[in-house]
């Protein structure tokens, strides 16, 4: 399985203030935004800042990290992974916090925490390009 | 600014069972472990598994994020800009929780919360080479 995460998507409370934060702190720029998700091209992966209560609500649960609610997802080439990938974390350790079903953007999702509670989210998204690498890009 | 994340770091409480789950889950290879870390090469940065009593004791507080120690790192061409970024992000609604100072493995490194109180460390980190395009390669 390619060592890569694909998304790594934070709650925020409130977007104008976190795009305050990430393009004027950092610097950076976005490539996509609503009125509730806004998307950075990273370095071969995507961050998004979302808000929380999306977050939230997508992943079914509070996210097990509590206070700051935070995601990282690894995507996978094919919808039937999505499955296989999940019920191999569960047999090594992890709990299955959202059995996968279709999100409303479509694809194939589920969450699955590790042994201390960090979420990830497992996807089928044919929108994004997966490369030899690993690498990850956004894409409509 | 490189829009890039150059470490995503999970603190764990037992290596052991966190490489089970890495390992035998994600059937991820390490490319680096001791006693109280495991490093994976990832697309385009390093993801670590590092003891949370010591995640803590580095960010020099209980990172913000509450039950599931977690911070993302940005790393810095220079060690001077680690005190000009970090300066930047606070004046953007940033938290300074840990004033830049040298860590016992060298280099230089303070760490700043977002809005939401996730967790950002700002390194300069000579070992671990950025290329052009941001990707970030584990070295020792």
Redesign the interface.
Known sequence: ?????SV?T?????LA??R???E??????SIFENEEIIF??????V?GLWL?TSLEADAGTRP???????T?A?NVPERSDVQR?MG??S????TITRAPDQPPQGGFRGYVA??????WEIAWNPAWPIDE????TFGL
């Open positions: 399985m390619q060592q890569q995460i790594i934070l709650g925020v409370e409130d203030r976190s305050r934060f990430y004027r702190g950092f610097e950076w720029t950075f091209q990273m370095n071969g992966f961050l929380k097990a990290t509590g206070g700051g609610a935070f990282m690894h990938v191999r974390l047999r090594a350790g992890g590790d042994p201390d509670g960090h979420s690498n690993g690498h990850v």
